[in-house]
C-alpha cells in the first residue's frame, strides 16, 4: 500500500477500514449528539473538543455546546465564558433566545462554540416550571441545525434536567467510558435513562457508541473490562479506543485541541479515526 492509499484508509483491527471522508458539498441539516456519561472524568469532554475539531477537519461544520456549568468545553477552545454576558444558559430561560448570539468562533476553522458558565448550574431550578422543560435545549437549537453538519452537545456528569434536555434534542448518543471497572458500574443507569427519553421523549434516539477512553492495553485490568463492554454492547462499541496520554491535558492547558496542538500524536490520530468511524457509520454527514 502506497502513501496514498495508507492515507485513504484508516485501519483499526478486526477488518474494518474507514475511507477518508469526501468534503460535503453543502452544510447541514446537523446531527445533534449527546457526548453523555453521568461519570465524571471519563473523557466526555476531551472527547467533544477533539472529535468536533477532527469532523472540522474533514470539512464538516460542527458547533460544540457547552452544556456543564464547569465550562470546560470552552475554555478547552479558548473561551473565557465567565467574561461573557450571554451563555448557553441565558438562551435557555429567554423568551426570545437568539443562539446566533452567543456562539464564538474558534481557532479551527469550521469550528464553533456555544459557551456555558457556571450559570447554568441554576437552569435546573430556572426550568423546573417551565412548560415542556425538556424541550428548552431542542428549542435553542432549532434556528441553526441547518448551518452545521454536527452539534456535538458535552454533557455534565449528571442524569438531571440538563441531561434530558440533551438527550431530548438528540439525534445520537456517544457514550465515553473509561476503561476501569468503576466506569462500567453506572451504564446500566445511563443506558435506563436513555431508553425512558426514547419512549417518552425523543422516539429517534440511538446510542451511537460506546467509546472506550483511557485505555491501557499492558495492564490486564484494562483488557478485561474492554472484553467486558464488548460483551455487553457488541457492534456499539467503537473500533477506535482513545489511549491515556499527558498529550490530553497538555492540549487543555493550551486552550485548543490535541489536533491542532500536536496533530501527529497518537491521540490526534485516534480521533481522526473515531471521526472517520463515526461518518463510516452514518451517524455524521
Not at 60 to 85: T, Y
Not at 135 to 146: A, E, H
Not at 210 to 236: P, Q, S, Y
Amino acid at each position: 500500500m502506497n502513501a496514498q492509499q495508507s492515507e485513504l484508509f484508516v485501519n483499526l483491527g478486526e477488518g474494518e477500514a474507514f475511507p477518508l471522508p469526501k468534503e460535503p458539498e453543502s452544510h447541514g441539516p446537523a446531527r445533534i449528539i449527546a457526548m453523555c456519561n453521568q461519570k465524571g472524568g471519563v473523557g466526555k469532554t476531551t472527547t467533544s473538543i477533539n472529535l468536533a475539531a477532527a469532523l472540522a477537519g474533514y470539512g464538516r461544520k460542527v458547533l460544540v455546546v457547552d452544556f456543564d456549568p464547569q465550562g470546560a468545553a470552552s475554555a478547552g477552545l479558548g473561551i473565557n465564558a465567565m467574561a461573557l454576558e450571554r451563555t448557553v444558559y441565558s438562551e435557555m430561560i429567554a423568551a426570545k433566545p437568539d443562539i446566533r448570539e452567543i456562539i464564538v468562533h474558534t481557532s479551527v476553522p469550521g469550528l464553533d462554540v456555544a459557551p456555558a458558565n457556571i450559570e447554568l448550574s441554576a437552569a435546573e431550578i430556572q426550568l423546573i416550571n417551565e412548560v415542556a422543560r425538556e424541550q428548552c435545549l431542542s428549542r435553542v437549537l432549532r434556528p441553526v441545525t441547518d448551518e452545521y453538519d454536527v452539534i456535538i452537545v458535552d454533557c455534565q456528569p449528571s442524569l438531571g434536567l440538563l441531561t434530558v434536555n440533551a438527550l431530548t434534542a438528540a439525534h445520537g448518543v456517544i457514550i465515553p467510558l473509561g476503561a476501569e471497572f468503576f466506569a462500567m458500574r453506572g451504564v446500566a443507569l445511563l443506558v435506563d435513562q436513555i431508553e425512558r427519553v426514547q419512549d417518552r421523549l425523543n422516539p429517534r434516539l440511538v446510542i451511537d457508541g460506546v467509546l472506550l477512553t483511557m485505555v491501557d492495553t499492558r495492564t490486564i485490568h484494562a483488557r478485561e473490562v474492554i472484553d467486558l463492554v464488548r460483551e455487553r454492547f457488541g457492534k456499539k462499541v467503537f473500533e477506535t479506543q482513545i489511549s491515556r496520554t499527558v498529550k490530553f491535558p497538555d492540549a487543555t492547558i493550551a486552550a485548543e485541541p490535541i489536533t491542532t496542538y500536536a496533530p501527529n500524536h497518537p491521540g490526534a490520530k485516534a480521533y481522526r479515526q473515531l471521526a472517520r468511524e463515526l461518518i463510516a457509520r452514518g451517524a455524521s454527514a
